[in-house]
């Protein structure tokens, strides 16, 4: 297992989704940062599940608790840890999965890894365990505003079949955050959230891509040539349950573009740089160029469906499995905010380390 | 700066494109694998400008030398230092681009992360540095092969416009390396062939996207929830100069699909599991799940196009740029030892980090 | 701050002697481990204040739960969380060191590092934080007996000037916790409990030496050239509180042989390698070579006096200081299972690496 | 193998004593320090053998060479390979030890480990393998002495039974290079010149003490609770070939000590805290005050001998074995430039980590 993530502001998540409960250390956090309870609760509402009639009507109140690290509403400097208690633990609902490897699920690679998995729901696997991300996410988003005048957003740019092109220097979170699929078009929008309730009917689920977008990082931060900051974003998104593709900038659209038409050229005026278009996603060479850095993500369908399915049993004997209960059509608005706390924890950081070694 | 990868099976990388030479250091490797420099040399070939009509006419021997680590052809367990001498140096050509960035090069970026950079050519930016990434990656191979019995493959899928489909579970590295264009569909690899020589001669340049492919995996790599196996080779994908995209099985057509038809039925036979479809492209919660592995790299054009462009000198005054010389009109059929290279360090790292933990 | 240690098998400690409480999470311990908190609340038990009548006599009960990462009494492979509550915060006990920096403690530093501290107690400097280690130690301890035959142990060997040989091949734990100074030789053990009696009286301290020993291991533990088993060792010693020096095998004393004497001839009976001597303490070339791991580690006396004392306070004023309540006359008795328990997380730490490596 | 040490100024050293040399690659030196050749030979030729009648005549010129990471005389922020050829290749010296382990070497245990070695002189346990932690310290004291303020320096203080007390506030670098023994007591010195010639020449070894010093670092570097300032500087001594034991400040004394006598009692003139004693070796909770840091480190004899010694060989036979030809009849002279070189090392490391976390 490895649950740390970071270098200089380092986290480390912990919890099942059926234990006492999932959590998050964070290392490495500057001291003298405002800090309590009421700068995290709000991203997990966000993340929360049952917050709208598109998400799975799982219910938790989700409530965060800092454990250490904050004194008089301010950081120390030392570990922060943030818990959350689990809520809805209902184990009755999972055992049919006692002895079964749901189809497109974690729990056949966890049991052949580990020879052991905890059935009641998906362990360590679950979507659960973004709830310490998510807490981490907070805390790296208020250090890019307070510190370094950057600002991080994420939104859904496409469910299914449905798009829409996403205005990148321009759209702002109060355009997100008016409807529940997060989808800054509202036309868009209301079509998105008409097609997810259709799948959830038909006992389905539908994937889609999320964009993120940070704003105000100044040129310099990534560290070539392993650590270039389009990498790290790359694999935090990537380590999102359900997320199978990560692009940058022009992303596969720059393939098929020639060298002549995709460079960024070079202007400046009053001694600042600017590029005039932004194929580059605001990364060149690894190292933020000033200019908005951009990217989309894309996650599959969520694999529980409410279908019987093939599959194999822990005896390895082939049979199916039907799901039941309560399942969630469509991961994309939820998954906004694990996306902006990702894109936050890279970005700090990046930000630390740039300051370390050139500043 | 952040120039080493992985956890046990180490690489630390060095030098730029005018210095003493380029190489790596690979801490962690197994003692007793047998190993002499013609295990290394015919990667780097691959590898080497010059080697075909259709890369940079810029010729380097690059011959590789083992400073340490190996005794009597059979590794020691110590440190492997590989170096590779640079020999055409010609700071002369790089003349002009000392007091200006070219165009969606790092040159900038370095400039303003470091306040100093190797003008003569691309410093520690160049595609020169991932020498070391396939040195190191030639010993990950041999290890995957004669110890855990994996082959590590990459080919063109795509150039600009002309994309073929590949054979994911049966393409052969004889096939790929039948051609100059590295594209195992003789037909495509012809028509590619052509177009890149065609952009040649206009003095542009075309990206496109590689497929990487990992046969015999066992079920069990991969460390959730932060090194998950497909976040880890999506960072060492985005770590490669000039990639911009990456996707995982499905990736983003899987966004398009629903959960039904998306989920990877489990079957078994003689207590064998496999599944029926490989939309997870062998990787299912992070692990890998026994089945093929695969994914698609998009690469941007390479920057360097012999045309004038716009851009900025050093005192941030706006002027033009015209490069000179010899340009290399796609970087794709060298790219495709580096993404093998890349695939199996991280494939290494994770062997050896499940028989820490799990054996 | 840095709050993690180890590689493989790595821990991460967080909380303040005033806060939420303390813990630790574990990442990378073994699956299927038989583990519940009766595994670790005795250990905890050994370390608590008040156990004894020549400890401090605050009061914890200190009593763990595992959070995560065990299911049905057995390790997961995912991260264990686990916590202690502070039950005995009474901030109004440290209203006077608010304002002044006491003597030989980390308010100063921490102060100047953080610019903020919290002053209910040493926070995060305090000895409570070792809570988390021991904790995690009980985990590591049982891996090391069960999965490879080591046994861990240590003993008070000189508390002041009261000092006795400690028989490294023989001494039983026991011996050890037969008396409350948990020092094996019984007489020895008397007298130092009458001077740490004395010493409370007048409301002074005192310091000493624990040996630390480890049984069993095999030869070849250790990763040179920085990760040498007597140089891991070493920090993990160095890193508890009040610790101030370290000596693996005939350490200070080595100094003063001359070569051939402290050579330690190797012999072979029926292919079996020992050593006749081990002035090397277990570890030659930084590596385990199967004979007894010993070493010192030497303690400086508690800081907190009950006497008035000269400081300064945070307004940078001189002024004086007279502590007030209990007292902890010698730590000497409690620190006994933290070498134990950083020694095993050595230990384990390093088993684990060599297996990846080598095996 | 473990061969990197540093968190942002991180080295990676390679090489064996029979290879192509040994080096160094230095990751996350600040750019725009001023670099050449001329600023690291000085040390080397310090650590070099043969530079003294009282070290060993194996000579070894040991000229460094910048592979990568400079450019026109400053550094890039890229990281920077520095390489030793060897010279003094001369296996057949080595022959009788092929098949047989030097007693007290690591020959037993690198073989136990690795299943195989290099016998041809020491391999990866020379003392040659500290080439390249000499050429990176060179780069560190050099940071520390332009951007920090910081000197650093070791000093011999006992060979065998011969000590001396070293002056911690005053000792100057040329008062300890005034003698080959490097002991700034003049007196002192040539007692132990002495006393190293009579060893040579019965074909003994001796080791003995070096004190560390760092003066004019800030209060406020360390990173608790595990990477403690005195918790680096130990497991770096430590990691040094033939290092025993470490203490910093009053070290094992301490324990004698009561804590009323050990405390050191803060005051503050002019708004400058200071403490009248310095029993605390200048850092606090792990944290440096201001006050001068200074440390003991002992070293055991060489264990190379010119006697004939009960030993073992591959087969696991009892044996006798003799050495032949050059010994180094005490290392100290040689040892303290590595001493400082690892001290620079963690304070420059720790500079770093301190300026992200709270600057």
Chains 1, 2, 3, 4 share one sequence.
Not at 86 to 112: C, G, M, Q, V, W
Request: with cysteine; charged share 25%.
């Amino acid at each position: 297992m490895a649950n740390s993530f970071g270098h200089l502001f380092r986290i480390t998540t912990w919890g099942e989704s059926h234990s006492g409960g999932v959590g998050v250390v964070v290392d490495g956090c500057p001291p003298r940062l405002p800090l309590t309870e009421a700068d995290i609760q709000p991203e997990l509402d966000r993340r929360r599940p049952g917050q709208s009639k598109i998400t799975t009507r799982r219910m938790e109140p989700d409530t965060v608790q800092i454990l250490s690290g904050a004194f008089n509403g301010k950081t120390l400097g030392t570990p922060i840890c943030l818990w959350v208690k689990n809520e809805d633990a209902r184990p009755e609902a999972y055992l049919e999965i006692r002895d079964k490897f749901r189809p497109s699920h974690a729990d056949f690679t966890y049991f052949a890894k580990f020879g052991i998995r905890n059935w009641q729901g998906g362990g360590r696997a679950s979507a659960r365990e973004t709830v310490g991300r998510v807490a981490a996410g907070a805390i790296a988003k208020k250090i890019l505003r307070l510190r370094f005048g950057v600002e991080v957003l994420a939104c859904v740019k496409q469910v299914q079949k449905i798009a829409t092109d996403i205005a990148i220097e321009t759209v702002k979170a109060s355009d997100i955050e008016s409807n529940i699929a997060r989808c800054p078009d509202q036309a868009a929008a209301a079509k998105m959230i008409r097609l997810i309730e259709r799948v959830r009917r038909a006992g389905d689920t539908v994937g889609g891509v999320i964009t993120g977008i940070a704003r105000g990082a100044p040129a310099g931060w990534g560290e070539p040539v392993f650590d270039k900051l389009g990498a790290d974003l790359a694999k935090a998104m990537m380590s999102l349950p359900a997320a199978k593709a990560f692009e940058i900038g022009s992303g596969f659209a720059g393939a098929l573009m020639t060298g002549r038409r995709h460079n960024d050229p070079f202007r400046a005026t009053n001694k600042k740089v600017f590029t005039k278009t932004n194929f580059s996603g605001g990364i060149q060479g690894g190292i933020s160029n000033g200019q908005t850095i951009y990217f989309n993500v894309a996650f599959k369908p969520v694999a529980t469906v409410m279908h019987e399915q093939q599959t194999v049993d822990v005896r390895l004997q082939n049979t199916t499995l039907k799901a039941r209960g309560r399942h969630d059509p469509c991961v994309l608005p939820r998954a906004v905010p694990m996306v902006e706390a990702m894109t936050a924890l890279v970005l700090v950081d990046h930000a630390l380390r740039h300051k370390a070694q050139c500043r």
